[in-house]
C-alpha cells in the first residue's frame, strides 16, 4: 500500500508553543551563540555524518546533548557511539521492530546512555510499537505519520500530545483506518 505525503500547502499543525516560539521563519537566522543557547532545545539528533564519531565526540563535549541516528542503528553500534554521543535515536523501521528496538535501548542503557524513541514518515502501525517502547526513553518524538496525506491505521491514541496506552485493550493498539 502506497500512502502519499501530505502536500506542503497543509503542513501539520504547530503546538501553540513552537507557534508562539517560531513565529519567524527560522531556517539560517540565528546567530551561533543563539543558536546553541535556545534553552528549549532539548537535543541535537546527528548533526555531522554517520560515521564520523570522532566529530560527535567532540560536539557531546558542548552545552547540548548530542544524539546519535544514522551512526547507531542497531544494538550492535551502540559501544563505539558510546564514547561519542549522549543519546541514542531508536527506530523500529531502521533497526528491525520492537524486539531489535529493545536489545537497541538496553544496550544504550547498560553504555549510560539516553535514549530517544524516534520515526521517519510512516503510518500509524508502526509508530504503535514505539509508543509502546516510549516509556523506556527519556526523549519522544513519534510524529512521522502526521506528515501522511491518509493513514491506512488508526494507532495509539495520541491526546495533546500524550501516548495514552491506557485505551488500548489489546495487541499494539492498531486498526484499520474506517
Not at 54 to 70: F, H, K, Q, T, V
Not at 80 to 99: F, N, P, T, Y
Not at 129 to 145: F, T
Request: aromatic share 2%; hydrophobic share 45%; net charge negative.
Amino acid at each position: 500500500m502506497t500512502s502519499k505525503v501530505r502536500p506542503p500547502s497543509q503542513p501539520p499543525a504547530a503546538s501553540p508553543t513552537a507557534r508562539s516560539t517560531l513565529s519567524q521563519p527560522t531556517a539560517a537566522s540565528w546567530s551561533r551563540a543563539a543558536a546553541v543557547n535556545a534553552s528549549w532545545i532539548s537535543t541535537v539528533e546527528q548533526p555531522i555524518p554517520a560515521d564520523d564519531l570522532e566529530g560527535l565526540a567532540a560536539l557531546s563535549d558542548g552545552p547540548l546533548p548530542i544524539a546519535a541516528d544514522e551512526s547507531c542503528v542497531t544494538a550492535a553500534d551502540v559501544p563505539q557511539a558510546a564514547g561519542a554521543v549522549d543519546v541514542v535515536v531508536v527506530k523500529l523501521m531502521k533497526c528491525g521492530g520492537i524486539r531489535p528496538a529493545l536489545r537497541q535501548i538496553l544496550a544504550a542503557k547498560a553504555h549510560g546512555l539516553e535514549v530517544m524513541i524516534g520515526c521517519m514518515t510512516e503510518s500509524a502501525a508502526s509508530i504503535a510499537g514505539g509508543c509502546h517502547l516510549a516509556p523506556l526513553a527519556e526523549y519522544v518524538d513519534l510524529d512521522g505519520s502526521l506528515l501522511l496525506a491518509e493513514d491506512p491505521y488508526k494507532g495509539v491514541p495520541m491526546p495533546d500530545g500524550r501516548i495514552d496506552l491506557g485505551a488500548v485493550a489489546a495487541g499494539t493498539g492498531v486498526a484499520p483506518a474506517e
